[in-house]
């Protein structure tokens, strides 16, 4: 089993509720397949092997797990929650909240074959990405927090337009700063920029 210590403190450090759910994930996958390792991504738990298969946190009052290629996953067992804005499992609190432990294994399994066959997730088109720069700064504080980053990417082009054009309209270095830390904070709620004027 490669454990690491980043893992170890990842889940010491969670809330104590989620002690038990992240160890027993982790367990799980690690049991699905021996070659799986860990890695510390975005501040969170990552498992891969030829590449990303799957990932958990834990947050304030639920853990979340997430595939990265789950939308090539057969839903068998329809255990996946599309409506949830992060993970697929929707937010989990206990192990009431989780699959039986050999269908999770099966989904896990599912998840490495898929690398082990180098298929990939289908490209995302670019017809956005070329009249939407976003700023270097932007995506390093949004990939410091998982959540905000998962919500941003899944925003409309004028939803986040109107964070950058309020970032990039900032005269000094300050206001910027304190634009950033407050458009992460919205972000991670699901708020739009507009949020405040929106019925």
Known sequence: MHTTVQVDQYIIKSAPFAIPILEHLRMLVHHADARIEEKTKWGMPFFEFKGPVCHMAA????????????????????????????????????????????????YIQQAIQLNEDGIKLPAKPKANLQELIIP????????KDFVAMDVFQNFSVSKK?????????????????????TSIEWISEGKSRMWKYEK
């Not at 304030?60 to 992060?86: Q, R, V, Y």
């Open 59 to 106: 947050f304030k009052n639920h853990c979340a797990f997430g595939f990265w290629k789950g939308s090539l996953i057969e839903d068998e067992f329809n255990i996946f929650e599309t409506s949830s804005a992060m993970g697929m499992l929707g937010k989990i609190k206990s192990f009431a909240d989780l699959p039986a432990d050999e269908i999770l294994i099966a």
């Open 136 to 143: 270097p700064y932007f995506i390093d504080a949004l990939q």
């Open 161 to 181: 337009k109107d964070y950058i054009i309020w970032l990039e309209e900032a005269k000094t270095e300050t206001t910027r700063q304190k634009r950033l830390e």
